[in-house]
């Protein structure tokens, strides 16, 4: 028999989601890592179908939304990507409360106090809206602080330095001029091999672990940071995370991570957002909404704000005589 799924699509500055609407298996669990297993185990072969070729891409992302796990929450959402599941995805946030306002997924009393559950804990959402459709989404993400502060490896002959931040998932983070790649879309390729050569290279030589939960640990991507193109911008960076994946984005996540090393080093302004600039000259803003300690290492609570557009609603067919059924990368 086909299996019929459908989904809403939209890109948040860039960066594709698919976000399941129908079809897709209620998981089950009392918690979000539960639901996640439990996908992971009976239904992971949708999750392909939608990601992988033919009908997704490499750097394919998407989003299901469950019911919620915490008290207060409207909603649990878990984010998916060609490797499985991510623990968290601040672009994704943007995406999934634009899409569910615009099309009546989501129903809430007050858009300004979205909560919804993900893997890393629960993140509160404020819409706003103009002329009737979600303008833009704030997201107060989760703790991000620094793990490993200015530290040294051998990339090839040289010597270079980087750090090592958490925004939901542990990043590595480097200048784009020391490791000789520009942050140019023509330079793709070059970063993609770059960025998952650097974070083995981080991974066989630094444990990296949170602090609080144990089950976060490993390094998700490397960032490569540069010299803004655009006048309002701050900073310019890519993402390179997965098993090479490229965000099209300035990555949500990522700029909390980058967030927690410059307020580190005195270098985030205090006085205005943080404007992020990403490798296709979108951006997104971001501000510290307080200090805190995780554990005993000093971290920010970040609040990211980005825009998202509708491209499209699917409906994908599966049958089981096709020769590719289960998908492929190239």
């Known amino acids: 028999m086909d299996i019929l799924l459908k989904t809403i699509d939209a890109h948040v500055a860039g960066q594709p989601l698919r976000l399941i609407v129908e079809g897709f298996p209620n998981p089950v669990g009392r918690t979000m890592l539960a639901k996640q297993r439990w996908l992971t185990k009976h239904h992971d072969r949708l999750r392909c179908l ?18 919620p796990v915490e008290t207060g929450s409207h909603a649990g959402v878990l984010f998916i990507h060609t490797q499985g599941f991510g623990p968290m995805s601040t672009d994704g946030v943007i995406g ?17 106090d979205i909560r919804l559950d993900t893997l890393v804990g629960t993140v509160r959402a404020m819409a706003t ?6 303008s833009q989404v704030s997201v107060v993400a ?10 040294n490896v051998k990339l090839g002959a040289r010597d270079v330095s980087l750090d090592v931040a ?5 990043y590595v983070i480097i200048d784009s001029e ?18 998952m050569e650097i974070k083995n290279i981080v991974e066989s030589e630094v444990n990296v672990s949170h602090p609080e939960l144990s089950r976060l640990r490993g390094v998700h991507g490397t960032i490569f940071t540069g010299l803004a193109h655009a006048d309002e911008a701050d900073l310019r960076s890519v993402t390179v995370y997965g098993s ?16 927690s090393v410059l307020d580190a ?4 302004p205090v006085d205005r957002p943080f404007v992020h600039e990403s490798i296709i000259g979108t951006s997104f803003e971001g501000r510290i909404e307080q200090r805190i300690l995780v554990g005993e290492t000093p971290a920010i609570v970040p609040c990211i704000t980005g825009s998202a557009w509708i491209t499209g609603d699917h409906a994908f067919v599966f049958d089981a005589r096709d020769p590719v059924d289960h998908g492929f990368l190239l």
């Open 50 to 67: 939608l990601m992988l070729e033919p009908r997704g891409h490499t750097d394919m992302c998407g989003a299901v939304l469950t019911e």
């Open 244 to 259: 090479g994946q490229v965000d099209r984005s300035p990555c949500g996540t990522g700029t909390a991570a980058m967030m």
């Open 166 to 170: 958490f925004g939901g998932a542990f």
């Open 129 to 134: 809206r103009e002329s009737g459709r979600v």
């Open 265 to 268: 080093m005195d270098l985030l």
């Open 142 to 151: 989760v703790p991000s602080f620094v793990s490993v502060p200015r530290f």
């Open 96 to 112: 999934v409360v634009t899409v569910a306002l615009e099309k009546g997924l989501l129903q809430v009393a007050d858009e300004t």
């Open 178 to 195: 020391t490791a000789g790649v520009p942050i140019l879309p023509s330079y793709v390729p070059e970063l993609r091999a770059l960025g």
